[in-house]
Nanobody, 125 residues
């Protein structure tokens, strides 16, 4: 079992930056590909970014490519999401997730076995 706890959310103005963190604990903490998803009320969960098990390969949604950077520090059991040039449409609850199998689809929430509780990001115009 893996437990995930996000932090770093908050309120920023358009163009600002935030860095989200996701601390992992539990069995085999550094053994899974991980990702970030976001969700707003009334909408489906949206893929943001994903990173391979040891961090060599990253994937991004088109909407955040060039603005967001996903990274991980397996020695600290922590996943990060650096968000720059934030826009009001980035406002959402951001959740980190971890896989427990080496599946190929990184943008599908059903591929992830473990989820954090989420951290709210609000971008004001």
């Amino acid at each position: 079992q893996v437990q995930l706890v996000e932090s770093g959310g908050g309120v920023v103005h358009t163009g600002g930056s935030l860095r989200l963190s996701c601390a992992a604990s539990g069995r085999a903490r550094g053994s899974y590909a991980m990702g970030w998803f976001r969700q707003t009320p009334g909408k489906e969960r949206e893929f943001v970014a994903a990173i391979s098990r040891i961090g060599l390969v990253t994937y991004y949604a088109d909407s955040v490519k060039g603005r967001f950077t996903i990274s991980r520090d397996n020695a600290k059991n922590t996943l990060y999401l650096q968000m720059n040039s934030l826009k009001p449409e980035d406002t959402a609850e951001y959740c980190c997730a971890a896989k427990n199998l080496p599946t190929p689809r990184h943008s599908d929430p059903s591929e992830y076995a473990y989820w954090g509780q989420g951290t709210q990001v609000t971008v004001s115009s």
